[in-house]
């Protein structure tokens, strides 16, 4: 009896796999959490599947700078929410001409539909990060499309802008699958190579703390993660670009981030 059902359960697990492929549903293994090894103002080192995701549109530091020393950064920004910071963070990059990009869940288009059409205004990207910061690294294929494409959907409905075509995975979690997928979409893949503990407005480093942190981990190429949220980078933010500049930086946009290393 014991080897019957074990039998059983062999076929009908067998006959759910063909079944669920059968209907074009691809459903996709745990993932991984994307993970850096800082090396100071040098190149960090990337996780092992880095190069072999690089081929669905993923981008995670400008490769040629880093290979030539030359000194350029993109700004990137993960913007779940309005609290007063984002706006103050924007001035800064107004102030000094920086276009960055801000990946946003639709949170902060329903509720700041102003600032979105302030961002694509003044000439910064608007990119997905899902509709509500779902962990897509598992998710079979329909699952992304459907949430990126209700992203852009409320994005366009509600602001009158076209989201960019730049994708960020919440939190970092992704799998190879999944970034495929997200290419099959027409978006491109964007990870960082530098971000820092800054998302916990409960338990802000201090000022002082930041600027080291970040300034002594700048380096060639490097796709910064930061988060507009925080009350400390907002209070940062004018330091760091004139050091960056100081250092002898200057910013990127995604767009040309990508056309430079699409080979």
Known sequence: MQR???TLSIICIALLSFFVMSLGIRSYAAGYNWYIKR????????PENANLI??????????RAATSGEKVLY???DAGYENGNVEKIVDVLDKYDISAAFFVLDN???KNPNLIKRLASEGHLVCNHTKNHKDLSAATVETIQNDLKALEDICKSETGVEMAKYFRFPCGRYSPEAIKTVSEL??????????????????????EYAIKKILNNTHDGAIILLHPTSQTNARIMERL??????????FGTLDELT???AD
């Open 54 to 63: 690089s081929e669905y549109d993923c981008y995670y530091i400008d490769k």
């Open 186 to 207: 027409g978006y491109k893949t964007v990870f960082w190579s530098f971000a820092y503990e800054d998302w916990d407005n409960k338990k802000q480093p201090s000022e």
């Open 4 to 6: 019957y059902k074990k």
């Open 241 to 250: 670009v004139l050091a960056w500049r100081e250092m002898g930086y200057s």
């Open 75 to 77: 700004l990137t920004f």
């Open 259 to 261: 056309s430079r290393n």
């Open 108 to 110: 902060l288009i329903y």
């Open 39 to 46: 090396n100071g103002l040098g190149t960090p080192t990337f």
